[in-house]
């Protein structure tokens, strides 16, 4: 169904999108490759991280603690981004959406004070027990 200022039929307008977000995302990566440093005896299994070489292969298991924290982070990040859905759509739930959001909040934060009190967010060294 075509528009007032714009008359084009559906179909186009998808193959538009599609022909320039392609576009798009060609020009950024051809820009990427004339842009980046190039190396001379680059390995691909090493990582390039701004610029510098690592000094020495990684030793041993990385930090669980720092993986706990990202699996935290991942989680309470997913509230704020439904929290955000409710409130695009705060007037047309009502009363009961904003008691529906408050149960809601009130279980994340109980969850986030048992993960406080079990020691889940201390992560120094000799904090965990």
């Not at 020009?27 to 090493?46: F, N, Y």
């Not at 990040?77 to 739930?93: G, Q, S, T």
């Amino acid at each position: 169904m075509g528009d007032v200022l714009f008359p084009i039929n559906s179909g186009a307008a998808v193959a538009i999108h599609v022909a320039l977000s392609a576009g798009i995302v060609a020009a950024i990566i051809a820009v990427a490759a004339l842009l980046r440093e190039k190396r001379a005896g680059a390995r691909p299994d090493t990582a390039y991280e701004g610029g510098v070489l690592p000094a020495a292969p990684p030793q041993g298991p990385q930090n669980a603690p720092y993986f706990l924290i990202a699996a935290l982070f991942v989680i309470f990040d997913m509230e704020a981004a439904i929290l955000f859905a409710w409130a695009v759509a705060a007037r047309e739930a009502g009363w009961v959406g904003l008691i529906e959001a408050a149960i809601f909040i009130g279980v994340l934060l109980l969850a986030l004070i048992y993960l406080w009190v079990d020691g889940a967010l201390n992560w120094g060294p000799g904090e965990r027990k």
